[in-house]
C-alpha cells in the first residue's frame, strides 16, 4: 500500500474508525494508533510493530473526562488525580484498574490495570475530540527499534505498511511519556522513566518513588519494560559520564553521541553533541532519538554514547541508552 504523509484530520479518522492505522504525533515521539476496542487493530498494530502481545499497549484519551468506562472510577488512587491535575495532558501515563467488559484483553495483556494517557500535541488532541472511542498507540516504530520523534522516521520504517501517516512536526519532548502505577499504600510508582522527571512527580506528591529492584522481577505490567528497546541497528557502547570508561575504537567506523562536547579524535561528521556547550537534559531529551536515527545512517560498525547525568531527565535518557546497548 501507499503510504500518505498530510495533516487531514478528517481522513485520518476516517481510517481509525474502518480499523486502519494512523501513525499519530504526541509531544513525546509518533504513536501506531488504532481503535482501541477493536480486536482486529489491536492485533494489526502489534503484527505491524513484531510486538509481542504480552507487552501491554497504552490507551489515548482526549481528557481525564473520557477516561469515564475504561478505568474504574472507584479504585483510582487520590494520587492519581493528583498527578493527572498537574500533568495532564501531557507525557504521564497512568496504570488504572480497567473496565474488564470494555477494555480488551489484548490492551493490557491480561493483566487487571490498563495503561491511559491524555496527550498534549493539538493535533492528536483535536483527532481524539472527533473519535467516540480512544486509541492504543505504541511508538510507531517496528518493535525494539529507534523510536520516532519526525515523520520521516515513521516514513522509512513503516512506509507501505500503514496508509496515513498524520504530520505534526517535529516532537517536542523527544522521549516517552512516564508510566506510574501505584503501589500497596497508593503512592505513585514510577514504572518507566520519561519525559516528566521523579523529582517533578515528587513536587506533587512527595511519596513517589521508582520500583524496587523485587518489583522489577514480577512480569511486565506496563509498557516499555523489556531488557532492550530504542535499539539503532549499529552496535551500541556506553561510556562515561565524560570521558570515564572510553574504549579502544577505529575513527573511521565509529560514531558518538555525547552530551555537551564532542569526542576527541573523532570526525565531528560523525557525531552528534545533544546540547553543545550547555549540557541542557530537556534539549538532549529532545534530540536524542533523532540523533540515534541520523548515527544509525552512517553505516558504522559501532557508535558509542556518553552515559548522562543521572538525575532529573537524565534517569530517563540513561534508561533508554541502557536499553538500546542491551541489544548488543
Given amino acids: 500500500m501507499d503510504t500518505l504523509l498530510g495533516t487531514d484530520l478528517d481522513h485520518a479518522a476516517a481510517l481509525l474508525r474502518a480499523g486502519e492505522l494512523v501513525a499519530i504525533p504526541t509531544e513525546t515521539v509518533y504513536g501506531l494508533a488504532g481503535h482501541g476496542l477493536r480486536e482486529d487493530s489491536l492485533r494489526r498494530i502489534f503484527a505491524v510493530k513484531g510486538r509481542p502481545l504480552s507487552n501491554p499497549l497504552i490507551l489515548h484519551v482526549a481528557s481525564a473526562a473520557h477516561l469515564s468506562g475504561y478505568v474504574r472510577p472507584d479504585a483510582v488512587p487520590a494520587a492519581a488525580h493528583a498527578l493527572l491535575a498537574a500533568f495532564s495532558p501531557g507525557p504521564l501515563t497512568l496504570l488504572l484498574p480497567r473496565e474488564p467488559a470494555v477494555v480488551p484483553d489484548t490492551v493490557t495483556a491480561g493483566l487487571p490495570d490498563v495503561a491511559v494517557r491524555i496527550p498534549a500535541h493539538p493535533l492528536v488532541r483535536e483527532l481524539l475530540t472527533r473519535l467516540d472511542f480512544p486509541l492504543a498507540a505504541p511508538s510507531a516504530n517496528p518493535f525494539g527499534y529507534i523510536s520516532p520523534t519526525l515523520p520521516g522516521h515513521v516514513l522509512r520504517q513503516l512506509g507501505g505498511r500503514i496508509p496515513y501517516i498524520l ?16 503501589g500497596p499504600a497508593g503512592e505513585p510508582v514510577v514504572y518507566r ?34 531488557p532492550y528497546h530504542y535499539s539503532p541497528h549499529t552496535p551500541l557502547q556506553l561510556f562515561g559520564p565524560g570521558l570515564a570508561a572510553l574504549p579502544a575504537f577505529d575513527p573511521a567506523t565509529t560514531g ?47 557508535l558509542l554514547a556518553e552515559r548522562l547525568p543521572n538525575t532529573g531527565l537524565g534517569l530517563a535518557l540513561n534508561e533508554r541508552l541502557e536499553k538500546a546497548a542491551a541489544r548488543g
Wanted: aromatic letters at 2%; charged letters at 15%.
Fill in 167 to 182: 504530520d505534526g512536526g517535529p516532537c517536542q519532548a523527544g522521549i516517552e511519556s512516564t508510566v506510574v502505577g501505584f
Fill in 193 to 226: 522513566p520519561g519525559a516528566i522527571s521523579l523529582e517533578q512527580l515528587r513536587a506533587v506528591v512527595p511519596a513517589a518513588r521508582l520500583r524496587t529492584a523485587a518489583e522489577k522481577t514480577q512480569r511486565s505490567a506496563s509498557p516499555g519494560l523489556l
Fill in 256 to 302: 558518538a553521541l555525547t552530551l555537551h562536547m564532542p569526542l576527541p579524535g573523532l570526525p565531528l561528521a560523525r557525531q552528534v553533541v545533544l546540547s553543545p556547550g550547555r549540557g541542557d537534559l530537556a534539549e538532549a531529551a529532545h534530540a536524542l532519538y533523532a540523533a540515534l536515527h541520523r548515527l544509525d545512517a552512517l553505516g558504522l560498525q559501532l
